[in-house]
């Protein structure tokens, strides 16, 4: 030995095995590229592709309004969408017209402009803008819904300035000092600002790929901090222990082991997407940071949690509810709006976090994935902190 | 001084003393049995001395070097082989011996040379490549062994290296045991098969209960527990004159007969052999065979506790 125990060249070690088993064993090609593949193309001939996830989604609007408001809903609020591309937009002349659309299939979903629309709106009415959505399409119903409602709230806050502002009848100086403001306030139906939807701005390919990629992580990385149980049970344990390599360098060394298997297979996916899907995974330098603080945050997650297990068994199928309430609840599974009121929760995922740096990238900037990253970054840290403390119960013999 | 002292050694677990108060030396190229049934504490023992286990009290030291868990200095010194065949059976035996080469801080090429110098030295050189999955229990076996020889250890440890293995395989690993005893290398060995401490160990400690009961080599333990060698003689014809004057050597302490077969007690069977066979001789006494049976570990053991070994 004319070197001496050098840890890290230990750690490097165990690396290397656990790879080189991984790539033996079979369940990294089926986790790490086949399962997240399969399921990304599945989706994809599903659901088409195009540049964002809504598209495709076809609408008809009947304006019966005979004021201004219903039509500055379908010229300022539906067509601009229309001619972004994000919605095809057509128009019926009555009501029984657009349902009958709907129930055909013609269209996903309708928007009924009521005759006194704009008059109810300002005598402080109730205004009743209905939406008629095909079941088979609730995703552009959800989408047509929440414009109605963007639609609804601006002018309720117009409305509240109106009340709130003044005690009596506005004079017409006042009178046009407001509709300057409300002219000069945030367009009333900007889908970017809505939060529920900013994952909208990836298109199906690129969301699908990205959220299957991340979901499909956890499960690829799962094998190699559970195999510190494995280690345990086939008494290999034994022998890395007695051996001149430090307790808490083997734990990092399967961490690490997970962090290069999740990096790894997260960078060939994002390759693979990109060239059969035609997945945009953004600018690479922030897709990279999005990547590898994301897979840092599955492994400390899974570690932490694996750390609570007493056998191999039991953590893998901890882990598995756990990767499956995560893809749940941060929208990798389907989009967090149909959560509802329970949508905050996936602020607790590192997958909301993710696709939500991956969409903010998708608008340009690299400094828009750093919030993204520090939250990925800190779940990691508190995970690693976690498993680290309870290594005693994890590492031993 | 010796290459491992234990001294005082303690673990529990609970309530279960596991280890109690242990201590014991093995000296520089000596085989130092720890001999026991399942249960005794004898893997206990191991674990503390590999620095796999905490222990609760007591000092070990390895060549002199106060050893722990987290002395990395103290463990390269031990090549350890466990009881279960810890191996990772979908690698080959040579990227085993690679993996675990470099664990101990041999470089790549260190590894690569001690490597193929074990698989040699186990007889695997032929099936390096293969995945241990493909290897019979015998050759897995050998694996085992091997493994803990890729630091050339000063301390060899192997924990009852031959439990649920086949005769012949059984025989080979005692075999390349007693070879590497030969060539200088001390060893600590476990086992609850006292033929195998008889036919390896210079010194053997028998442990029961958590606690040393008796330390020795194997004469020494039968002379503690004061049992006699048994000398059996077949002769022609057995006389009250042949047994007379068989009675009347100083080494024999009990003479009997059963036909044509003499039975003699004596607290030396081999050195009063010469003097029992030339007494007969000049007797005229036709010696048709003879058999020793010296008293055993089985017995002291069971003279001990009360307990045969395999309880």
Redesign the interface.
Known sequence: ??????TL??IA??VA?DV??RL??GSLLVFGLLLPLGVAFFFNMLLGDDTSRQTGSEYVVVDSDAGSLGQEFVDAALRPLADDGVLELTTADTEDEARALVEDGGVDAAFLVPEDFTESLENGDDAVLTVVGDADAPVATHIAREIGRAFATEHLRIRLAVASGFDSEPSPEDAALLLEEAEAAEAPLVLSEDADLEWRELGNATYYSASMAFFFVFFAAMFSVTSIFDEKA???L??????????GAILIAKLTSGLVIGLANMAVLAVATSVFFGADWGDPLGAGALILTGVTAVIGLTAAVASFARSSEQAANWLSVLAMLLGVFGGALFPISQLNGLAIVSYLTPHRWFLLGLGELSAGGLDVVLLPCAVLLALGLVGTTVALFRMGRMVN? | MPILEVRGVSKRYGKNQAVDDVSFFIEEGETYGLLGPNGAGKSTTI?MI????ERDSGSITVDGIEHS??N??S??L?G?V?Q????????SAR?NLR??A??????KS?ARTKTEEVLETVGLSDRAGEAVSQFSGGMARRLNIG?GLL??PRLLILDEPTVGVDPQSRNSILESVHTLTRGGVSVLYTTHYMEEAERLCDRVGIIEAGKIRAEGTQRELVSQVGEDDTVLITLDAPGERVLDVLRALEPIDEVSSEGTQVRLLTSNARDALPLILDTLTRAGAGIRSVEVQEPDLEAVFLSLTGKGLRE
Do not use: C, W
Not at chain 2, 102 to 107: E, N, P
């Open positions: 030995m004319s070197n001496g125990p050098n060249t230990m070690a165990i095995k080189r088993q033996r064993d086939g008494g290999t034994a022998r890395l222990l007695a051996s001149p390599i430090p307790r013999a | 674990g590999t620095g796999i286990l868990v987290t990395r200095k463990k390269s031990i350890f466990p279960e065949l810890a191996l990772y059976h979908d690698l990227d993996f675990f470099r664990l101990y801080g041999l470089s260190e493994l630091n050339s």
